[in-house]
């Protein structure tokens, strides 16, 4: 099955090197937990306006290499347009280790024409959250 990309407005995460990069995207982060009084979220139109949380992105960058950290982060705010707006259907995986864990990858077109993916997981045990995983280009 082929994903669909969905176009975003939004251009890649500007910056030359990894700090610059990670200013701009960690300064877009703070514009959406201002918003919020506890957990930063977002509302996803494809889940029916469920709150997407980010308690695993942070902690999952932090395993990368500094490389990878910059590839991911250049996609962060076009990440976070896709999660709002796309209605496209997502690739579903369940873990095979864990199975009450789900995840949904997303594909995304920014204005510059950069392909990029989203993941998504769904813990169905807990409190049945959405947490966004990772943005990520191709490999």
């Not at 090197?17 to 919020?36: H, K, P, W």
């Not at 996803?44 to 949380?53: A, W």
Request: include cysteine.
């Amino acid at each position: 099955m082929d994903l669909i990309p969905c176009q975003t407005k939004t251009k890649k995460v500007s910056g030359s090197n990894l700090g610059e990069v990670y200013e701009n995207a960690s300064r877009f982060y703070r514009e959406i937990a201002r918003q919020t009084k506890r957990r930063p979220y977002i509302r996803s139109v494809y889940f029916r306006k469920e709150k997407i949380f980010f308690d695993y992105f942070w902690d999952h960058l932090r395993q990368k290499s500094p490389k990878v950290k910059f590839e991911r982060l250049q996609y962060f705010r076009a990440a976070c347009e896709l999660i709002k707006k796309s209605r496209n259907k997502p690739i579903v995986k369940s873990n095979p280790n864990k199975p009450h864990e789900t995840f949904y990858k997303f594909a995304g077109l920014t204005v510059d024409e950069g392909l990029f993916f989203v993941q998504i997981k769904e813990d169905s045990k807990k409190k049945k959250g959405k947490y966004f995983m990772s943005c990520f280009p191709p490999s």
